[in-house]
T-cell receptor
């Protein structure tokens, strides 16, 4: 059974710092991996999607990497800003089935001005 | 927000009453999903739809039913609400396609069963 974990559960950093969020999954047979951001009381906003054949994706200050063999993905945030404060979730999609998406529990990020 | 509207956004209901949550999309996406989000459990799939009148169960479907009579609407019904169904419910949509199809989420419905 695929399990997705995210460490740390919470992170507090000063503004301007670069940081890395981790996502681990137990079964490397994934179709893709998606990173989301969730603000309090809001829905999930898609940040980056990495296909199984890709190693990384970049969008602005965000860079996500994928290492299927080790069952890991990282989300790198450069020059963090207070507006980056949110919960970040990763989700792995298993095979081509549209229902088999497993979410991690999330990392709550707080960027201190 | 990718043309997804959930209604209502907040609801308080009594145990044993039926409740229907609505998800409406303007993207004409084929796939629609209902998730619930609970502390300690993350997001879990309740039901999903892969077309009009085509639905299937997710991992936590007991006590829930769904219907999709039109492409744009996906309804989630709690036949007889219980306190364990107090949660935040999210609708998501996904376009038909291959590896690069992202999922987009609605703003959520906070349901409290008292």
């Amino acid at each position: 059974k695929q399990e997705v974990t995210q460490i740390p559960a919470a992170l507090s950093v000063p503004e301007g710092e670069n940081l890395v969020l981790n996502c681990s999954f137990t079964d490397s047979a994934i179709y893709n991996l998606q990173w989301f951001r969730q603000d309090p009381g809001k829905g999930l906003t898609s940040l980056l999607l990495i296909q199984s054949s890709q190693r990384e994706q970049t969008s602005g200050r965000l860079n996500a990497s994928l290492d299927k063999s080790s069952g890991r993905s990282t989300l790198y945030i450069a020059a963090s800003q207070p507006g980056d404060s949110a919960t970040y979730l990763c989700a792995v999609r298993l095979g081509t089935s549209y229902d088999k998406v497993i979410f991690g529990p999330g990392t709550s990020l707080s960027v201190i001005p | 927000d990718a043309g997804i509207t959930q209604s209502p956004r907040h609801k308080v209901t009594e145990t044993g009453t039926p409740v229907t949550l609505r998800c409406h999309q303007t993207e004409n996406h084929r796939y629609m999903y209902w998730y619930r989000q609970d502390p300690g459990h993350g997001l879990r799939l309740i039901h999903y739809s892969y077309g009009v009148k085509d639905t299937d169960k997710g991992e936590v479907s007991d006590g829930y039913s769904v219907s999709r009579s039109k492409t744009e609407d996906f309804l989630l019904t709690l036949e007889s609400a219980t306190s364990s169904q107090t949660s935040v419910y999210f609708c998501a949509i996904r376009a038909q396609g291959g590896e690069n199809t992202e999922a987009f989420f609605g703003q959520g419905t906070r349901l409290t069963v008292v």
